[in-house]
Nanobody, 125 residues
Framework: QVQLVESGGGLVQAGGSLRLSCAASGRTFSANAMGWFRQAPGKEREFVAGISWSGYSIYADSVKGRFAVSRDNAKNTLYLQMNNLKPEDTAVYYC???????????????????WGQGNQVTVSS
């Protein structure tokens, strides 16, 4: 059974930093794109950042220059380093994995096959 388990969320003041982790089990994703999404109350789930099997990364405009996505294939783990956090970054953050190998980084929810349970990030002003 494939599982993606996020950790590292919590409460932080504006301007602070957090690092999210997403540990995968049940299969390896070294050949697959992986991504981070977030969903704020009353809003749709939106793309935040993604990384291809080769390490190419893309970001939503709202987080460029502040967030960094990375992966450790030996640990089958995805990371999201979040710096200079803002109150508008408050949301539940989800990691996701594309079931297709050697593809581009998807940016829509329907293109990802596997999802984590979500992790709350709250940024206070």
């Amino acid at each position: 059974q494939v599982q993606l388990v996020e950790s590292g969320g919590g409460l932080v003041q504006a301007g602070g930093s957090l690092r999210l982790s997403c540990a995968a089990s049940g299969r390896t994703f070294s050949a697959n794109a992986m991504g981070w999404f977030r969903q704020a109350p009353g809003k749709e789930r939106e793309f935040v950042a993604g990384i291809s099997w080769s390490g190419y990364s893309i970001y939503a405009d709202s987080v460029k220059g502040r967030f960094a996505v990375s992966r450790d294939n030996a640990k089958n783990t995805l990371y999201l380093q979040m710096n200079n956090l803002k109150p508008e970054d408050t949301a539940v953050y989800y990691c996701a994995a594309d079931g297709r190998a050697y593809g581009l980084v998807p940016t829509t929810t329907k293109e990802y096959e596997y999802w984590g349970q979500g992790n709350q990030v709250t940024v206070s002003s």
